[in-house]
């Protein structure tokens, strides 16, 4: 069964943006919200007329509370993206629908596909 899905309130995005660096650290964190440690990330690269975007999603597996911000990509940054090599078309299309995008994201970390690993040069 699909659980709601709810929003961080601003004040638990910042406290999860002080406390946790997820390029650094891709364990799961304890969730502001509930106080689980199940809080994931995911994160994947756009182009925009801007220039080359991050967007990155953030969730809690225990209380569905979300989170997602979009940035410019940060120089010399490489993201792996499991889950587009994958299976590209379940990628295009859970983008449209929230709910079952986070399920998928939950199964890709329980099957070991999440998280990612990153390059970064720029550090
Ligand atoms: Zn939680």
Not at 27 to 47: F, K, M, N
Not at 82 to 108: G, H, I, V, Y
Request: charge should be positive; aromatic fraction near 12%; include cysteine.
């Amino acid at each position: 069964m699909t659980r709601q899905l709810q929003r961080f309130t601003p004040a638990e995005v910042e406290a999860l943006g002080r406390e946790r660096n997820f390029l650094r650290d891709q364990s799961e964190w304890r969730c502001p919200a509930c106080g689980e440690v199940a809080i994931r990330s995911y994160l994947r690269t756009a182009r925009h007329a801007s220039g080359p975007s991050v967007m990155s999603y953030t969730w809690c597996a225990a209380c569905r509370r979300t989170a997602g911000s979009t940035g410019p990509l940060p120089p010399g940054l490489t993201i792996s993206d499991p889950w587009r090599a994958l299976d590209p078309q379940a990628w295009e299309e859970f983008d449209k629908n929230l709910s079952k995008f986070f399920d998928r994201l939950d199964r890709l970390w329980e099957s070991g596909a999440l998280p990612q690993s990153f390059d970064w040069k720029g550090r």
